[in-house]
């Protein structure tokens, strides 16, 4: 049976209790385990739940046609004659995007706003007359499109005189931090880049994290912080907008401790995370949709395919982590044509990808089978043309498959092996291809980190 059904953030609680009508919950008396599983906060939860975030870089490289710039650039060539940040707001909102997140200052140090801590700024610029704003532009675009705001300021700082003079530098970068998180109304998360390099003056940064990360949550208590090393949610390891695989929320926070941190260690543990970490990190999977960060004229014929842009998803989303994607304003202030275009056809190739999600299911048995394994009997009735199957465990209580294999069958035939995995955590995405004709399909957990709960599994028709 066929659902017209556009992919729903609804709680797992309330489509649970839906799917389980009809299910036979079996489960042997195990010892009580005594693990205590790391969980997300209500913060951490809703930033997964949102799925998909809009990156923007956007600064004095836009006009230098630069991806670094050195700190040099003069104020008087950011002028973009035509910014309008509800273009921005309006096109992420058309893709179903939820959270937008604006680089307030990259590395070359020039604010986006009129900041008391340097004349580098938007005031020195002969934008709006040295009287704009971009900060207040995109956060108003933003509510007016019920959006969350993420705001990017780069600890590295190219052109301030007091980089790498740690405590001055230290006590400035606070302070920007404080205005950012002060003047405009809730902030849903500050992203921390981990790139990092000398100052104007040669010499290198210490930075007071602890310090930095305690007055966020003062100031924006219900901000997710984006690091290396969080504290909240972590950078998935690479650019490529793929997730790892495995890809577990929880790390151990000792191997990454802070942003920029370097070791033969770090890049894994970044992409997989720990199945045995304290702490729940998850992943943010940040990737262009053009080669560069920043807008580049001669980058246009080179954005990312509607197609190229649905596997994002899958190697982001689907494997448990969060899409980040950048689409850089132009000089104009505005998004290009092209990268619109290319977000609503990825809007509606997903659309139709997940509008047909099969309904009630006829039967559904769910067996315990010790401490590491179960399985998940699911007859889904009349014979189904299946496309995607979508795994979510209820994060809720942590993570706990390892490792899966989904089978399937038709009539009365023995289900056989279809296809294998590792985690799941949040969503794990099964594309099938060609599309198989099923009526049966079950999920055989084969190992799991703590006793299995049930994992909702939602299958998609073409
Ligand atoms: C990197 C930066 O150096 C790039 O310019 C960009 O901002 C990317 C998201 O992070 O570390």
């Known amino acids: 049976m066929k659902r017209a059904h556009r992919l729903s953030r609804r709680s797992f609680v309330s489509l649970s209790a839906a799917a389980l009508a009809g299910c036979v919950v079996r489960r042997p008396a195990l010892s009580p385990l005594a693990v205590s599983l790391p969980r997300p906060s209500m913060p951490q939860l809703q930033w997964q739940r949102d799925e998909l975030a ?22 008087s060539i950011f002028n973009p004659g035509a910014l309008d940040a509800r273009q921005w707001a309006r096109a992420a909102k058309a893709a179903d995007f939820r959270t937008l997140i604006l680089t307030a200052k990259h590395h070359d140090g ?50 301030n005189p007091a980089y790498g003079d740690s405590d001055r530098y230290n006590d400035l970068y606070c302070e920007q931090l404080t205005e950012l998180l002060t003047r405009y109304g809730k902030v849903s998360e500050v992203w921390f880049d981990g790139a990092n390099g000398e100052g104007p003056n040669g010499k290198r940064q210490r930075y007071d994290w602890p310090r930095v990360w305690s007055l966020v949550r003062r100031l924006q208590p219900e901000a997710v912080m984006f690091s290396d090393a969080g504290p909240d949610v972590r950078w998935c390891g690479n650019e490529r907008g793929v997730a790892g695989d495995p890809n577990w929320s929880t790390v151990d926070p000792t191997i990454v401790s802070y942003p920029g941190a ?25 990737v262009s949709i053009r080669p560069g960060w920043f807008y580049h004229a001669a980058e246009d014929a080179k954005v990312r395919s509607v197609d190229d842009l649905v596997g994002l998803y899958f190697s982001s989303v689907g494997r448990n982590g969060k899409l980040l994607l950048n689409v850089p304003p132009t000089r ?29 299911v006829r039967t559904m048995e769910w067996r315990v089978h010790n401490s590491k394994t179960a399985t998940l009997d699911m007859n889904i009735g009349a014979s189904t043309l299946v496309n995607v199957i979508r795994l979510e465990e209820n994060i809720t209580r942590g993570q706990r498959v390892a490792r899966y294999t989904i089978s399937g069958a ?45 994992v909702r599994v939602r299958v998609f028709s073409t």
């Not at 020195?124 to 993420?150: I, K, M, Q, T, Y």
């Not at 070791?263 to 894994?268: A, Y």
């Not at 275009?341 to 309904?359: K, N, S, T, Y």
Request: proline residues 7%; negative net charge.
């Open 54 to 75: 809009l990156f923007l870089h956007f600064g004095v490289n836009t006009f230098s046609d630069r991806e670094w710039g050195d700190g040099r650039e003069s104020p």
């Open 262 to 286: 370097d070791g033969p260690k770090i890049i894994d543990a970044l992409q997989h995370g720990d199945p045995q970490g304290t702490v729940w990190r998850p992943a943010e999977v940040d």
């Open 332 to 360: 104009d202030g505005l998004l290009h044509r092209t990268d619109v275009e290319r977000l609503i056809g990825m809007r509606r190739a997903l659309d139709d990808l997940f509008d047909a999600e099969l309904g009630a």
């Open 410 to 454: 038709f009539g009365t035939d023995e289900p056989k092996p279809i296809v294998s995995g590792t985690t799941i955590g949040f969503t794990k995405l099964e594309r099938l291809s060609p599309p198989r004709r099923l009526s049966r399909i079950r999920l055989s957990i084969e190992d799991a980190v703590a006793e299995p709960e049930q």
């Open 110 to 159: 020039f604010c986006l706003w009129p900041t008391a801590t340097t004349s580098h700024s938007v005031a020195s610029s002969p934008w709006r007359s040295g009287h704009g704003d971009v900060v207040r532009e995109f956060v108003d675009a933003c509510r007016s499109e019920s959006l969350n705001v993420g705001l990017y300021l780069s600890p590295w700082d190219r052109n």
